[in-house]
């Protein structure tokens, strides 16, 4: 079977770390399969869809490294659900029903007195509440009927599910405006998109099963499912309360890498340790819904950032950095000090200078630089020379390399000094310990 899935947002705000996190399962079993990654904007609410949300949707995920095999927009569509929800009501499966928001709020209030599930109770069937609403002028909005049976599938993460959808409201496709709700677009789409498998969160687990009816009555064939626990944060708090802390567009932003977010977005709440992937192929090979657990994922921004830093740690010089007049060695030489790229252009500055010395010690200072040898420098250079500042000064240990860190480098700490020296250079080194800008 060809495997085609969809991520399908909806362009109401930005896409936040719980929506990219769906769309990159998605796509990482879509590569790992060999299959087709489409993306669909579910806009049928189109009060709150806007462009801006939508092109917001398309850069962050191409700055996630996501591209997509073919797109659309569910308001370009609206036509086939007109025509899927004909087909449904000529199969009996579609009714009107004619309460107000207030009569079904009021409703669900007494059956959670009586302690009963607050399940839609079917007033609008009866013929004589229909010609009672409908003698009023009210507008109906239009449900699904439901076969109040059991519904079961082997998902593909949470293993066999069963729901009873006597257990469910029957769900309201149409509202009385005239307007598709999610519920009846998606199928029709999933069906015509050929999509196998819908991967989504949990939360919409009930959903699945009125889909699924939905499906069939259709005579659709059903997708296989996948529905993966939601983010948390650390304490295990829903997520959505700080959603706008946690958009792509943030973290991009605040100068993480796409592939650490992605690496993160990959690895939390499932059997694998949480590393930095360098590329999204090997998160793809990686990729396997038996190693996504049952828990929540939490996601803990320290834990981002600090995989974000091992990931530069490892990651090979590129255009980026040349772009900032990093060369090569000397992004060898600051890596492992850097913990954002952003950072990178400020530790190559201890190179680049200008650097304002610290002179702690001046004698040991122009002990050294009379002692620095002659270019050409290497990665010998600064152990052989601190060997001879040593034996002429008699400083050792803190009291020898710190002194000359800060007049090398301005700073107290800072990446490794045998890789940095031959970097900085004669004339810079001499100039620093010498106390001058340079
Ligand atoms: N637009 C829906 C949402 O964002 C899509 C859910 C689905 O994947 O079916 O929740």
Same mark, same amino acid.
């Given at each position: 079977?060809?495997?085609?899935?969809? %991520?399908?947002?909806?362009?109401?705000?930005?896409?936040?770390?719980?929506?990219?996190?769906?769309?990159?399962?998605?796509?990482?079993?879509?590569?790992?399969?060999?299959? *087709?990654?489409?993306?669909?904007?579910?806009?049928?609410?189109?009060?709150?869809?806007?462009?801006?949300?939508?092109? @917001? +949707?398309?850069?962050?995920? *191409?700055?996630?490294?996501?591209?997509?095999?073919?797109?659309?927009?569910?308001?370009?569509? !609206?036509?086939?659900?007109?025509?899927?929800? $004909?087909?449904?009501?000529?199969?009996?499966?579609?009714?009107?029903? $004619?309460?107000?928001?207030?009569?079904?709020?009021?409703?669900?209030?007494?059956?959670?007195?009586?302690?009963?599930?607050?399940? $839609?109770?079917?007033?609008?069937?009866?013929?004589?509440?229909?010609?009672?609403?409908?003698?009023?002028?009210?507008?109906?909005?239009?449900? %699904?009927? !439901?076969?109040?049976?059991?519904?079961?599938?082997?998902?593909?993460?949470?293993?066999?599910?069963? +729901?009873?959808?006597?257990?469910?409201?029957?769900?309201?496709?149409?509202?009385?405006?005239?307007?598709?709700?999610?519920?009846?677009? #998606?199928?029709?789409?999933?069906?015509?998109?050929?999509?196998? /498998?819908?991967?989504?969160?949990?939360?919409?687990?009930?959903?699945?099963?009125? *889909?699924? &009816?939905?499906?069939?009555?259709?005579? =659709?064939?059903?997708?296989?499912?996948?529905?993966?626990?939601?983010?948390? =944060?650390?304490?295990?708090?829903?997520?959505?309360?700080?959603?706008?802390?946690?958009?792509?567009? *943030?973290?991009?932003?605040?100068?993480?890498?796409?592939?650490?977010?992605?690496? $993160?977005?990959?690895?939390?709440?499932?059997?694998?340790?949480?590393?930095?992937?360098?590329?999204?192929? &090997?998160?793809?090979?990686? %990729?396997? %819904?038996?190693?996504?657990?049952?828990?929540?994922?939490?996601?803990?921004?320290?834990?981002? &950032?600090?995989?974000?830093?091992?990931?530069?740690?490892?990651?090979? /010089?590129?255009?980026?950095?040349?772009?900032? =007049?990093?060369?090569?060695?000397?992004?060898?030489?600051?890596?492992?000090?850097?913990?954002? !790229? #952003?950072?990178?252009?400020?530790?190559?500055?201890?190179?680049?200078?200008?650097?304002?010395?610290?002179?702690?010690?001046?004698?040991?200072?122009?002990?050294? @630089?009379? !002692?620095?040898?002659?270019?050409?420098?290497?990665?010998?250079?600064?152990?052989?020379?601190?060997?001879?500042?040593?034996?002429?000064?008699?400083?050792? =240990?803190?009291?020898?390399?710190?002194?000359?860190?800060?007049?090398?480098?301005?700073?107290?700490?800072?990446?490794?000094?045998?890789?940095?020296?031959?970097?900085?250079?004669?004339?810079? @080194?001499?100039?620093?310990?010498?106390?001058?800008?340079?």
């Amino acid at each position: 079977m060809t495997v085609r899935v969809r %991520f399908a947002p909806s362009p109401t705000g930005l896409l936040h770390v719980g929506n990219a996190r769906t769309a990159l399962l998605n796509w990482l079993f879509a590569k790992k399969s060999g299959g *087709q990654f489409l993306l669909r904007i579910d806009d049928t609410d189109a009060a709150r869809s806007t462009r801006e949300f939508e092109d @917001a +949707i398309y850069r962050d995920l *191409q700055w996630l490294g996501l591209s997509w095999d073919a797109t659309d927009r569910q308001a370009n569509r !609206l036509a086939k659900y007109s025509i899927a929800f $004909y087909r449904l009501q000529a199969a009996g499966r579609i009714y009107p029903c $004619y309460e107000t928001e207030i009569e079904l709020d009021r409703q669900r209030s007494l059956q959670a007195a009586r302690k009963q599930p607050p399940v $839609y109770n079917r007033a609008s069937l009866d013929p004589a509440n229909k010609a009672k609403w409908e003698a009023e002028g009210r507008r109906p909005h239009w449900r %699904f009927l !439901l076969s109040r049976s059991k519904v079961s599938w082997t998902d593909l993460v949470r293993g066999p599910v069963e +729901i009873d959808t006597a257990t469910m409201s029957d769900p309201v496709l149409v509202r009385e405006d005239g307007g598709f709700l999610y519920t009846l677009p #998606s199928v029709a789409d999933d069906i015509d998109m050929a999509i196998s /498998h819908v991967v989504r969160g949990e939360d919409h687990v009930t959903n699945t099963a009125a *889909q699924i &009816e939905i499906f069939a009555a259709l005579g =659709g064939p059903v997708p296989k499912f996948a529905h993966f626990p939601l983010l948390v =944060g650390a304490g295990g708090e829903a997520l959505s309360k700080r959603l706008g802390s946690l958009s792509l567009q *943030q973290l991009r932003e605040a100068g993480l890498e796409p592939q650490a977010v992605a690496s $993160y977005l990959a690895k939390i709440g499932t059997s694998d340790p949480v590393e930095p992937r360098l590329t999204l192929g &090997e998160l793809a090979n990686e %990729f396997d %819904f038996a190693r996504i657990g049952r828990a929540p994922a939490h996601f803990v921004p320290e834990e981002l &950032e600090a995989l974000n830093a091992r990931l530069l740690h490892g990651m090979a /010089h590129d255009a980026r950095l040349a772009a900032m =007049g990093i060369s090569e060695a000397l992004w060898e030489a600051i890596r492992p000090n850097v913990t954002r !790229l #952003s950072d990178a252009a400020d530790v190559a500055r201890l190179v680049t200078g200008p650097v304002t010395p610290v002179i702690e010690d001046a004698a040991l200072a122009a002990t050294a @630089a009379a !002692l620095l040898p002659p270019e050409p420098w290497d990665d010998t250079t600064w152990p052989a020379w601190t060997k001879a500042v040593a034996a002429e000064t008699g400083a050792k =240990g803190r009291g020898l390399f710190h002194p000359l860190r800060l007049a090398l480098t301005g700073r107290g700490d800072g990446p490794e000094l045998k890789k940095l020296l031959p970097l900085i250079g004669r004339d810079k @080194a001499v100039a620093r310990l010498e106390g001058k800008t340079a």
